[in-house]
């Protein structure tokens, strides 16, 4: 319906000033379906036609009559505002036809985008914490404190925050945020949200680890919430870029099942969900009403392709326009090829050998003859330095990953704090490993089954199987597992792990520093304090609790100093093994520009069309 003045009272068109003389805008009397058409009436009587479809007459043009009927407009017509009557010299009157019947003055508009991606996902924000399910909320919702490509907090829905004391902070929201069912985003919403993420049912991967803190919330206007902490929490802000907000009205009561419905999948987000169609993806509609810069494209649509080679084809025969995860032979070879555009950069991922140090025996470890053994040898210090002695990090990165990563021994990338430059990546040294094993008892080795995923971090089968041959190399049996992720990371949950070793990907970009792996991956598994959630080898040391416990509420300039420490403290226990940090690829059309995030999620929001296709 075309959008007129109140009551239906014809408009006239106004003068709008401009440097070079005055615009005449007639947008008043023609509908979104026939785009706003201007004219520009300068000094010299030069003319120009601004309009994303042939002008009037439009017969698309339509305005509602008294009975909410709609009926066509023409210039002249009832109802239809009066254009000046202008005198052009001919050639001006020439120009003006000639680019309009070619069509000169008509902008090109963005047309729909379609994103390969690697792995289903889920659109319940609080139903398991893993990325791929977070870089589909990003589309729908916002996050309460929000997070740019660079990991960097930035304001959102939440406008500013402040800590009032050690444990209270205070949130300001924006006003004039609406959900996308129109109603306004208020305090209630977050407390909602904040109370709804740890009594989501039957959650493989909750999000509590993010509130774990989190004592109290206090909605103290419809604008301002507080937060209130059980201890000094410095991180909590990052942590709650991992929360997406869910509207109140129509989450109220709801189950995992009616966000996959659609039913309660209500955000704030740059697109609303049109239909999602569970293993396959899903499609999205540009929200018009989002309070910040609007998606560049109107319609999106999320395409699942599990393998690696179907993505790259789908993209260069024109299915699809970007895609995520793109091999690192395969960007080398796009990139000599010129027919796509690849998009790189350092992410927040280190990649660890997680050994299962938390059973005492596992049936997957025999001894050398291939026998059960009665105790788990990763248990010993000794063997799991001599894992970490047996790994040649270098080779990893330059050959497994192709050159797309950094070798690494620390917990943290280079760009986040706690990262020790004087502590440089470890050599392998086999001899060294192969003296440890034998003063831990295992002069001969012993049999053990290293699992990883094979479709959700970069070369995660290929890597494994060279951790595999590494591991050969210092004397043991491995075998190399290799599962979907949907297989592998429910099998490695707290209960059930049945893996000696394991190949994992921990993401920081919540905290930017070590405390996030330090309170869950490394510190003994809490559940009441969300303390090791992450901690797939249920390693526990009471006197490394203590030193994370000390290090991760410091507030003060001792802060990174401290997390540093108890940093290398952790790395001298080896309870996780650090091995390289990822490089993020991506590839799309050359008509298509990405950003690509830090934390390796795919978000269409930050695509838009390529400079030259504008």
């Given at each position: 319906?075309?959008?007129?003045?109140?009551?239906?009272?014809?408009?006239?068109?106004?003068?709008?000033?401009?440097?070079?003389?005055?615009?005449y805008?007639i947008?008043?009397?023609?509908?979104?379906?026939?785009?706003?058409?201007?004219?520009?009436?300068?000094?010299?009587?030069?003319?120009?036609?601004?309009?994303?479809?042939?002008?009037?007459?439009?017969?698309?043009?339509?305005?509602?009559?008294?009975?909410?009927?709609?009926?066509?407009?023409?210039?002249?017509?009832?109802?239809?505002?009066?254009?000046?009557?202008?005198?052009?010299?001919?050639?001006?009157?020439?120009?003006?036809?000639?680019?309009?019947?070619?069509?000169?003055?008509?902008p090109?508009?963005?047309?729909?985008?379609?994103?390969?991606?690697?792995?289903?996902?889920?659109?319940?924000?609080?139903?398991?914490?893993?990325?791929?399910?977070?870089?589909?909320?990003?589309?729908?919702?916002?996050?309460?404190?929000?997070?740019?490509?660079?990991?960097?907090?930035?304001p959102?829905?939440?406008?500013?925050?402040?800590?009032?004391?050690?444990?209270?902070?205070?949130?300001?929201?924006?006003?004039?945020?609406?959900?996308?069912?129109?109603?306004?985003?208020?305090?209630?919403?977050?407390?909602f949200?904040?109370?709804?993420v740890?009594?989501?049912?039957?959650?493989?991967?909750?999000?509590?680890?993010?509130?774990?803190?989190?004592q109290?919330?206090q909605?103290?206007?419809?604008?301002?919430?507080?937060?209130?902490?059980?201890?000094?929490?410095?991180?909590?802000?990052?942590?709650?870029?991992n929360?997406?907000?869910?509207?109140?009205?129509?989450?109220?009561?709801?189950?995992?099942?009616?966000?996959?419905?659609?039913?309660?999948?209500?955000?704030?987000?740059?697109?609303?969900?049109?239909?999602?169609?569970?293993?396959?993806?899903?499609?999205?509609?540009?929200?018009?009403?989002?309070?910040?810069e609007?998606?560049?494209?109107?319609?999106?649509?999320?395409?699942?392709?599990?393998?690696?080679a179907?993505?790259?084809?789908?993209?260069?025969?024109?299915?699809?326009?970007?895609?995520?995860?793109?091999?690192?032979?395969d960007?080398?070879?796009?990139?000599?090829?010129?027919?796509?555009?690849?998009?790189?950069?350092?992410?927040?991922?280190?990649?660890?050998?997680?050994?299962?140090?938390?059973?005492?025996?596992?049936?997957?470890?025999?001894?050398?003859?291939?026998?059960?053994?009665?105790?788990n040898?990763?248990?010993?210090?000794?063997?799991?330095?001599?894992?970490?002695?047996?790994?040649?990090?270098?080779?990893?990165?330059?050959?497994?990953?192709?050159?797309?990563?950094?070798?690494?021994?620390?917990?943290?990338?280079?760009?986040?704090?706690?990262?020790?430059?004087?502590?440089?990546?470890?050599?392998?040294?086999?001899?060294?490993?192969?003296?440890?094993?034998?003063?831990?008892?295992?002069?001969?080795?012993?049999?053990?089954?290293?699992?990883?995923?094979?479709?959700?971090?970069?070369?995660?089968?290929?890597?494994?199987?060279?951790?595999?041959?590494?591991?050969?190399?210092?004397?043991?049996?491995?075998?190399?597992?290799?599962?979907?992720?949907?297989?592998?990371?429910?099998?490695?949950?707290?209960?059930?792990?049945?893996?000696?070793?394991?190949?994992?990907?921990?993401?920081l970009?919540?905290?930017?520093?070590?405390?996030?792996?330090?309170?869950?991956?490394?510190?003994?598994?809490?559940?009441?304090?969300?303390?090791?959630?992450?901690?797939?080898?249920?390693?526990s040391?009471?006197?490394?609790?203590?030193?994370?416990?000390?290090?991760?509420v410091?507030?003060?300039?001792?802060?990174?100093?401290?997390?540093?420490?108890?940093?290398?403290?952790?790395?001298?226990?080896?309870?996780?093994?650090?091995?390289?940090?990822?490089?993020?690829?991506?590839?799309?059309?050359?008509?298509?520009?990405?950003?690509?995030?830090?934390?390796?999620?795919?978000?269409?929001?930050?695509?838009?069309?390529a400079?030259?296709?504008?």
């Amino acid at each position: 319906m075309a959008s007129g003045a109140p009551g239906g009272a014809e408009r006239k068109p106004a003068p709008v000033s401009g440097s070079r003389g005055s615009f005449y805008s007639i947008s008043a009397a023609v509908p979104r379906s026939c785009a706003m058409a201007q004219i520009c009436l300068d000094a010299r009587a030069t003319f120009s036609w601004r309009s994303a479809r042939p002008p009037w007459p439009c017969r698309d043009a339509r305005r509602a009559g008294p009975a909410g009927q709609e009926r066509r407009l023409r210039p002249g017509s009832r109802g239809a505002p009066a254009l000046p009557r202008l005198r052009f010299p001919r050639s001006a009157t020439f120009l003006v036809l000639l680019g309009l019947a070619l069509g000169l003055a008509a902008p090109a508009r963005a047309q729909p985008l379609t994103v390969g991606v690697q792995a289903p996902f889920g659109i319940d924000p609080h139903f398991l914490f893993v990325g791929p399910n977070m870089a589909a909320a990003r589309h729908i919702y916002d996050s309460l404190i929000n997070r740019d490509p660079e990991s960097r907090m930035v304001p959102g829905i939440v406008q500013s925050w402040q800590a009032l004391d050690e444990t209270t902070w205070e949130l300001k929201l924006r006003r004039g945020v609406t959900f996308q069912d129109g109603s306004p985003f208020t305090a209630e919403d977050v407390a909602f949200t904040l109370a709804r993420v740890p009594e989501v049912p039957n959650n493989p991967g909750p999000y509590t680890s993010n509130l774990r803190t989190l004592q109290d919330v206090q909605v103290v206007d419809p604008y301002t919430v507080r937060l209130v902490t059980d201890r000094p929490n410095p991180t909590l802000m990052g942590q709650l870029t991992n929360i997406f907000v869910v509207s109140k009205r129509a989450a109220e009561g709801a189950s995992t099942a009616d966000f996959t419905s659609g039913k309660a999948a209500i955000g704030t987000g740059p697109f609303r969900l049109e239909n999602f169609r569970g293993a396959e993806g899903m499609s999205l509609a540009r929200n018009e009403d989002y309070w910040g810069e609007k998606a560049a494209y109107a319609q999106v649509s999320l395409r699942v392709i599990g393998n690696d080679a179907a993505r790259i084809a789908a993209l260069l025969s024109g299915d699809v326009d970007l895609i995520e995860d793109v091999a690192p032979t395969d960007a080398a070879r796009l990139e000599r090829e010129g027919q796509v555009r690849v998009f790189k950069r350092n992410s927040d991922r280190i990649m660890f050998l997680i050994p299962n140090v938390g059973a005492e025996t596992l049936p997957l470890l025999t001894d050398a003859q291939g026998q059960p053994l009665k105790e788990n040898p990763l248990r010993d210090l000794r063997v799991r330095r001599a894992l970490s002695l047996a790994m040649d990090r270098q080779a990893l990165a330059e050959r497994a990953m192709d050159g797309q990563a950094v070798a690494t021994g620390q917990m943290v990338p280079q760009q986040f704090a706690g990262y020790d430059p004087d502590f440089p990546a470890p050599r392998a040294d086999l001899a060294e490993a192969r003296r440890l094993l034998a003063e831990a008892g295992y002069p001969d080795g012993f049999g053990l089954t290293v699992g990883c995923s094979n479709n959700r971090f970069v070369n995660d089968g290929r890597v494994c199987q060279v951790v595999g041959q590494m591991l050969a190399r210092l004397g043991l049996q491995a075998k190399v597992e290799t599962q979907p992720g949907s297989v592998f990371f429910p099998r490695t949950v707290h209960g059930k792990n049945d893996l000696p070793l394991m190949l994992y990907g921990l993401s920081l970009s919540s905290s930017r520093d070590p405390s996030y792996i330090l309170s869950t991956s490394v510190h003994t598994r809490n559940v009441a304090q969300a303390f090791g959630q992450g901690n797939r080898g249920a390693f526990s040391d009471p006197a490394m609790d203590r030193i994370i416990d000390a290090a991760i509420v410091r507030m003060d300039e001792g802060r990174e100093a401290a997390l540093r420490s108890a940093m290398h403290a952790a790395i001298g226990r080896f309870p996780i093994i650090p091995l390289y940090n990822q490089v993020t690829i991506a590839a799309g059309r050359k008509s298509v520009e990405y950003t690509p995030r830090m934390d390796e999620q795919m978000v269409a929001y930050h695509a838009h069309p390529a400079q030259a296709a504008r």
